[in-house]
């Protein structure tokens, strides 16, 4: 049994190592140093592109969470980063070089594994697929995979506002509303007052912004998507007459009039979550920190999900693939990695196993492995695969997407033991999961 896999990034690696793993031939595909993506500096296999940072290990956080599940699940690359940890704290950070260099080795070392230095331009015909090619999926590829899946379902670039847990918003001060009461009063509204709204200007305005790389100076984002940063540039009143524009939302409770109001629209499916509407940004995290903060109802809110814009060729996952990480049109074809619309260094090496594994159950003839929205992983697929959404954009690990706690409200507004709650849940379901299939 054979399998192909574009790309020998995180992602890629780490689904090579489990199909090999589990007895199945890999040609793994990678263009490096043939052709570069632009970000990469070497011609290594996954090499970190930036920070060398994967974030918390703490299993109480969200992303640690992620990475203890990866462990229990068998990751070769956690594994791997585990080895060549860096002190960093809480985190795991790592040296980069010594990474990608034990990561060479592994895939070198195994029989396996052939790695093909070639650019995939086509979708490979009557072979089982991986296509694991990154945010920088090279432009053939990136076009052939448009031709497959439809025109609308490939990005080029995310557009993400911050979205915020709902537990944290004041609503002594936010309402729920729909403008000019259309609908179901589904929007929660922060109202402002003059001087709220040129407080709220003026640190927008002041606000430092991420540096754009070389190959995003071109981007060209669509009218009605534009950083609200740079709406906020054209005037003073430019957002009062665009995405904080007041008229027809009314509280009910006061009954008056406001000078702008900022609208959050649900965001999942169990309504825990909730994103800044037109507040797509490029501000740096820390500013955006502050900015929202500074929004009446928003005073405490928990920011599980930064706003950003750059360069990510992603797919539309929520139409194309199933929470298996399996093409719903072809089923010889897995996506997995940053283009399933996944983001971050642990979740592209977390999908990059599942459609490892998955690829190889599927050859077998074998059920899917789908976990349970309990874990880290389980959600973050659901999410991706999820046909609720309406403007999909990637997301990473965060406690938003999880199974909601039965909980008291007063647990819940406990954020600490919320979240060991939450993690220790997860862990458990997924030790029970594993005792289960070893027993069967
Ligand atoms: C500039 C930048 C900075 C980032 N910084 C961070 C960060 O600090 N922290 C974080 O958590 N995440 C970061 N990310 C996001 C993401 O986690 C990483 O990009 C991660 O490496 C994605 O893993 P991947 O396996 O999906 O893709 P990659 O690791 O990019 O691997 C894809 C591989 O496919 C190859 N390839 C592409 N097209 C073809 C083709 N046609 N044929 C053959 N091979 C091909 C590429 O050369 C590459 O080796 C960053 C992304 C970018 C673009």
Known sequence: MKAVVIGAGLAGSEAALQLAKQGID?????????????????DYPAEFVCSNSLGSLDPTNASGLLKKELQMLGSFLIKEALNVAVPAGNALAIDREAFSLNVKRLLEDNEKIKIIREEVTQIPENVPVIIASGPLTSEPLAENIKDFAGEEHLHF????????????????IAFYASRYDKGEASYINCPMNKEQYENFYNILINAP?????????????????????????????????????????IDKRTGEK?????????????????????????????????????????????ILRYGVMHR??????????????????RNDLFFA?????????????ATGMLAGINMAKFLKGEHLIELSGFSMLGALTRYISSEEHKNFQPVNSNWGIVDELIADKKIKKNKKLKTEMLSNRAIKWLEEYLQNCQSQ
């Not at 793994?28 to 070497?42: D, Q, V």
């Not at 100076?217 to 940063?229: I, T, W, Y």
């Not at 994103?275 to 929004?295: P, R, Y």
Request: hydrophobic share 35%.
């Open 258 to 302: 406001n000078y702008a109001v900022v609208q959050l629209r649900q965001d999942n499916l169990s309504a825990t979550m909730y994103n800044l509407v037109g507040f797509q940004t490029n501000l740096k995290w820390g500013a955006q920190k502050e900015l929202v903060h500074s929004i009446p109802g928003l005073e405490n809110a928990n």
């Open 26 to 42: 890999v040609d793994l595909y990678e263009m490096r140093p043939l052709k570069t993506t632009g970000a990469h500096k070497t």
């Open 157 to 172: 670039f995310d557009a993400i506002a911050p979205i915020i847990e709902k537990d944290s918003i004041n609503f002594d």
């Open 312 to 329: 990510n060729t992603f797919i539309n996952s929520p139409k194309l693939l199933n929470a298996t990480l399996q093409c719903r049109k």
């Open 337 to 349: 990695g940053q283009i399933t619309g996944t983001e971050g260094y642990t979740e592209s090496i």
């Open 209 to 249: 912004k991420i540096e754009l790389k070389e190959f995003e100076k071109n981007a060209k984002f669509f009218e009605s998507c534009l950083p609200v940063e740079v709406l906020a540039s054209r005037g003073v009143d430019t957002l009062r007459y665009g995405p904080l524009k007041p008229v027809g939302l």
